[in-house]
């Protein structure tokens, strides 16, 4: 098998993929042979690659991830790697105007949500002919603080301490259960918190003076859900050119 076919046989499923990271994600693991169930609470039909398909799902709703997850693994044959990418990013306000209507928003997205998908989709991944992948994608920004964002830093704090207890349950499965946190990466949903002044001064602060990208990003989770990885479990990876050395 060759590198560009690594995942050749297997059904992804890629929550937050109609944009930004999660369509990067997505179009990656299709490109190296992932059959990829790409969800969202939009369809996103335009420009989609051969072996993506897009669902409508919120990952808030314990009803429609069971039936989402069942339909994509009656469709598919099984679910083989996970993808946790959905979630609320943030402005900044401060911490004193933080509300906890606020807080249990960012945590039903970002870590609530998580936990469905990995409940709903845990018989089929423990089933799975290639070890079972769970990625989930959270936040440098637990380890930096990120001032104005606590609800968010909060809530993909969470998701790292969610990622640790899943690769100790899971691993008797043969389960493996990453987070990965990507740097400040150009999207729509970044740019509309963040100009290009903010963009350079984190760049200026990275090892590698460049922009990471969102395809650069899903080259780390493609590794992750492929063969080599097989025995990686329980990591939070930083995927920033250094800017955080972690």
């Known amino acids: 098998m060759t590198a560009e076919l690594r995942l050749a046989g297997r059904t992804a499923i890629v929550t937050g993929a109609a944009g930004g990271l ?16 790409a969800l969202d609470l939009e369809r996103a039909d335009d420009l989609l690659p051969p072996r993506v398909t897009p669902w409508i799902c919120d990952v808030t709703d314990p009803t429609a991830v069971a039936d989402t997850a069942a339909e994509v693994a009656a469709r598919t044959g099984g679910i083989d790697i996970l993808v946790n990418n959905a979630g609320l990013l943030s402005g900044r306000t401060s911490l004193l105007q933080a509300t906890p209507d606020e807080l249990h928003r960012y945590f039903d997205v970002n870590a609530v949500g998580t936990l469905l998908m990995v409940q709903a989709c845990f018989p089929h991944l423990r089933d799975s002919d290639h070890r079972g992948r769970i990625i989930n994608v959270a ?3 637990f380890f930096t603080g990120g001032p104005g964002q606590l609800a968010y830093v909060a809530s993909k704090g969470a998701l790292i301490g969610m990622t640790r207890v899943m690769a100790r349950e899971l691993g008797e499965h043969r389960i493996t259960v990453n987070a990965v946190m990507p740097a400040q990466v150009a999207t729509p949903g970044t740019r509309a918190h963040s100009d290009d002044a903010v963009f350079a001064r984190t760049m200026a602060q990275q090892a590698i003076q460049e922009y990471v990208t969102p395809d650069d990003f899903a080259g780390l989770v493609a590794f992750l859900a492929s063969p080599d990885a097989a025995l990686m479990t329980g990591q939070c990876l ?5 800017g955080l050395l972690h």
């Open 22 to 37: 999660g369509r990067a994600i997505a179009h990656r693991l299709a490109s190296e042979g992932a059959a990829v169930a």
């Open 238 to 242: 930083v995927h920033d050119g250094g």
């Open 139 to 141: 936040s440098r920004t």
